[in-house]
């Protein structure tokens, strides 16, 4: 679960600090934006994913693991505190930058 986690924060730092070898952003470079709604995209999926186990598990469905289900609640949890831990930098930063005078 732990490498998963790991995993999970390097490609999300990965793809918002991106390779730094070209001086001009090319092509494929994505913005910050588009980074941004596609770590709530996957963590909006995340959760989905949890709540739909949640509830097949309390139904009683066939292969409703607890263990399972368990471990789709935490990563939901985890990806969620780190997205707002990232939006709180970003709003941070923000009003860092609207304090300064030009």
Same mark, same amino acid.
Do not use: C, H, Y
């Given at each position: 679960m732990v490498s998963g986690i790991g995993a999970g924060v !390097?490609?999300?730092? !990965?793809?918002?600090?991106?390779?730094?070898? !070209?001086?001009?952003?090319?092509?494929?470079?994505?913005s910050f934006a588009?980074?941004?709604k596609s770590a709530v995209s996957s963590v909006? !999926?995340? &959760?989905?994913?949890?709540?739909?186990?949640? *509830?097949?598990?309390?139904?009683?469905?066939?292969?409703?693991n607890i263990g399972q289900v368990s471990v789709s609640v935490e990563k939901a949890d985890v990806a969620f505190q780190? *997205? *707002? &831990?990232?939006?709180?930098k970003v709003v941070s930063a923000y009003q860092?930058?609207?304090?300064m005078q030009f």
């Open positions: !390097s490609s999300i730092a !990965s793809q918002v600090v991106g390779p730094s070898t !070209s001086a001009k952003p090319s092509a494929t470079t994505s588009d980074v941004f909006d !999926s995340a &959760q989905n994913s949890a709540d739909q186990q949640v *509830m097949d598990l309390l139904q009683g469905k066939s292969g409703a780190l *997205m *707002m &831990q990232v939006r709180n860092d930058i609207e304090k």
